[in-house]
């Protein structure tokens, strides 16, 4: 990676274009640009994004893209055939683990544990609408039986009247 990234820093230097006008003119951060340069690999999560930045630098310093592509997959080869097998087998099942766990259905969803304040606030709640829902019916039938008396004794005096 260090010899690409050399050919980069190079290939600019004989444009007479700074770090920061190359940046500005493929609209790449220029610390990207300086970590391609100095062949740091480590900084990049995604390799396909590497990849793309590499064609667009590449094309924008006038170098063949598909060379400075086909050293960047020698050089990924190199590195990931020296991991030894057992730590890649690791890795892999570190990953399946973890999409194992993403996995969510109706079945294997786990139920969500709340805290017993919260039993408690929802229990108050519940029976407090409950009291207030007897008090408000308990209201009702009292006014109407008040209106019913009203209603008969008013009958009643205009019958003495």
Same mark, same amino acid.
């Given at each position: 990676?260090?010899?690409? =990234?050399?050919?980069?820093? &190079?290939?600019?230097?004989?444009? #007479?274009?700074?770090?920061? &006008?190359?940046?500005? %003119?493929?609209?790449?951060?220029?610390?990207?640009?300086? $970590?391609? /340069?100095? =062949? $740091?690999? #480590?900084?990049?999560?995604?390799?396909?994004?590497? *990849?793309?930045?590499?064609?667009?630098?590449?094309?924008?310093? =006038?170098?063949? /893209?598909?060379?400075?592509?086909?050293?960047?997959? /020698?050089?990924?080869?190199?590195?990931?055939?020296? +991991?030894?097998?057992?730590?890649?087998? *690791?890795?892999?099942? /570190?990953?399946? @683990? &973890? *999409? &194992?766990?993403k996995v969510v !259905?109706?079945?294997?969803?786990?139920?969500?544990?709340?805290?017993? *304040?919260?039993? +408690?606030?929802?229990?108050? +709640?519940?029976?407090?609408?409950?009291?207030?829902i007897v008090v408000?019916?308990? =209201?009702?039938?009292? !006014?109407?039986?008040?209106? %019913?008396?009203?209603?008969?004794?008013? @009958?009643?005096?205009?019958?003495?009247?």
């Amino acid at each position: 990676m260090f010899a690409i =990234g050399k050919t980069f820093a &190079e290939a600019r230097e004989k444009t #007479g274009v700074s770090l920061e &006008e190359a940046s500005a %003119d493929i609209q790449i951060k220029s610390v990207i640009l300086e $970590n391609i /340069e100095e =062949g $740091n690999i #480590g900084s990049f999560k995604d390799i396909f994004e590497l *990849k793309e930045y590499l064609c667009t630098y590449a094309k924008y310093l =006038g170098l063949d /893209e598909n060379k400075i592509l086909d050293e960047f997959n /020698e050089y990924m080869f190199e590195y990931t055939s020296k +991991i030894p097998l057992k730590e890649i087998e *690791k890795k892999v099942m /570190e990953q399946n @683990r &973890e *999409k &194992e766990e993403k996995v969510v !259905s109706p079945y294997t969803k786990p139920m969500k544990k709340y805290p017993k *304040k919260y039993y +408690i606030v929802m229990y108050f +709640i519940l029976i407090l609408i409950a009291i207030v829902i007897v008090v408000w019916s308990v =209201g009702q039938i009292v !006014s109407t039986e008040y209106y %019913d008396i009203k209603k008969e004794d008013m @009958r009643w005096i205009n019958e003495l009247s």
